[in-house]
């Protein structure tokens, strides 16, 4: 639902553009430059898990494998002490920790589908526990260390209308009809949605046959959290007969780990999600809002009774919104993230709602751009376990001890110790209304004092997303050809509260245009950026505003819109959540107020494009679908603005720079692009 909730989270292409393969160093004359197969080198430090004691951490390290051109996930282990690594599998995702500390828990393939094993330390075997057709996600051990409880799909039967004439024995028929009658029947990365629903197993940690506990037409959620008695699971669904028509309205539910009994715990009109029991068992904490129709809200960090009853609000006074949350030992107060001005914090917050910061550098997701993110674990003893970094590299783990935080990995110091990255600045922004807005300028190394520079305006999707000071592998590809890059959080953008991000709710774009461009002026009075000499780019939600950018200005010398929305009502009736546009980002239908659509569709400003447009999508983009590229790169053929369509194949709209080789290639489409059209290339001005 996050990520529906931040959405904005076949024509040729010339091949100079979309052909050329990434940049590879010499063997001969290696470089200090940041370039393409670079990103095969690079590692991220994700999901770190630390044990009950405090004294070990399992984390996931992704790093690329050029032969199979994706990241590979291992899971390795790290002694608190003395900061020693060593592998632990390697393959595997998803680690969880025994409540004794004595076993780990964790999703790997088995050669053909991804099984839940369990592996204890100090021992090289692990055994399967399960065998499923599908992933298992969403694991937790049982307090008592002697079951697993996990999420998997159970398939179901396709629905049919009438049937073909018998088949003779040996020939070769087309495929059978597909008859589609679900509401959401397709999903951005996952592709045209099979018939089957996710619901709750347990099976035994030592193996064996696994139960069922949930069932229904509906599709049940994790994480997971077990009472301490062992005998309670919660879980949220959206459940209920209109359950498909329902975007937001998810429930916390308790299913009995016994008899599979189901009770409500929730009700109200809002989502309420990732539900815990405290350690005792006698409270739940749990993330949710009252749902207004709003493209956003912040996620409140609630506590209630045992069954949820007597709920109230610890961060209602904040004005940001909760990430994630886990309660503290003591169960007297709760760890929990948030953004603040681009960057991830994670504080202690007391039951009466106090906060007290911990820290400020949580980082991590992904590589290609400057996301926030991250995540954190937190033991016994409340030494927290968490992704952080900044601008210099992908993220690492950290860990936080008695008040202080220490870095206690360095994954890609071999690599980036030996490439002159571009250094990254905050600078100064104030909208035409007054309003103050971060943004950050990335130059390339050993760009001289007073050298003005061709500027790259980078914008971030969602809209309700926030970019930070984060490691980001396309602003270095981009400084190392020569470009200043900025990005900057324009209203609507989230770390900022819900005011600031509701000034776009129902009006989107619209003034986050004047706060881009503000920011361009910004790096011009910087110095920095020569104003002769400007580009544009974003994807997703940045994709709508580079469009609606050369719909509006002439400034920019070049524009690349990637993975845009071009027609809103074509993109509502098209997109992977199909309730989601028309409820959210507009008060009617498409059919009830058509010119609302319109009047906030990049396609009613071609007529005034004179900009030359590279339109960039992938092949299998369901969030943002490739028609709606395809629209703008005709209409931008029609006009007879320069253009071309760059297509990423296989790839969706989450996935659009999974593989390495096609997020360097993608890089490279957009540079050349722009050099066609950059003034004085490699002269300082």
Known sequence: MRLFAALLLAATAVPALAQTPPPAASVDAPTRAFIGSDLFQLSIAADPQISPDGRTIVYVRRSGDVMSDRMQSSLWLIDVASGRQTPFSASGSSPRWSPDGTRIAYVASDGAHPQLFVRWLGHDAATRVTTLPDDPNALAWSPDGRRLAYIATVAGEPTTLGKAPPKPEGAKW????????????????????????????????????????????????????????????????????????????????????????????????GPDNAPLFSPDGSRIAWLGFDDHHRSYENAQLYVGGRSADAPHSLTSSLDRSIEDAQWAADGKSLYASYDDHGKRKLARIGLDGHLSPIVDNVAGGGVDRPYTGGGFSVSRGGVVAYTGGDASAPADVWLW???????????????????????????????????????????????????????????????????GPSFASDVQLYAAAGYAVLWTNPRGSTSYGAEFANLIDKNYPSHDYDDLIASVDAAIADGVADPDNLFVTGGSGGGVLTAWIVGKTDRFKAAATQKPVINWASEALTMDNTMFTSRYWFTKKPWEDPMSYWNRSPLSLVGNVK?????????????????????????????????????????SHGGFTSRPSQSAAKAAAIIAWFDRYRANPGKPQ
């Open 401 to 467: 001890s008695g008040g202080k935080a220490r870095r206690l990995t360095n994954l890609n110091a071999n690599l980036l110790e030996a490439k002159a990255l571009a250094p990254v600045r905050k600078i100064a922004v104030t909208a035409p209304d007054g309003r103050a807005i971060d943004a950050w300028l990335a130059t390339p190394a050993g760009r001289q004092p007073g050298q003005k520079l061709p500027l790259i305006l980078e914008i971030h999707g969602g809209p309700n997303s926030a970019y």
């Open 611 to 651: 900009t030359p447009t590279l339109v960039v999508v992938g092949s299998e983009d369901y969030r943002t679908p490739v028609s709606e590229s395809e629209q703008y790169y005709a209409a931008l053929q029609i006009r007879g603005v320069p253009t071309a369509l760059v297509k990423v194949p296989g790839a």
């Open 174 to 269: 087309a495929p059978p009809l597909e008859v589609i009658d679900r509401v959401n029947y397709r999903a951005d990365g996952g592709g045209y949605i099979k018939p089957g629903n996710d619901h709750l197993f347990v099976v035994s940690a030592d193996g064996g046959g696994a139960r069922q506990l949930t069932f229904g037409k509906f599709d049940d959620n994790g994480p997971l959290s077990w009472s301490q008695d062992g005998r309670t699971i919660l879980f949220s669904a959206i459940r209920g007969p209109d359950a498909e028509r329902q975007v937001m309205n998810s429930d916390v539910f308790a299913v009995d780990a016994a008899s599979g009994e189901l009770r409500t715990l929730t009700t109200r009109d």
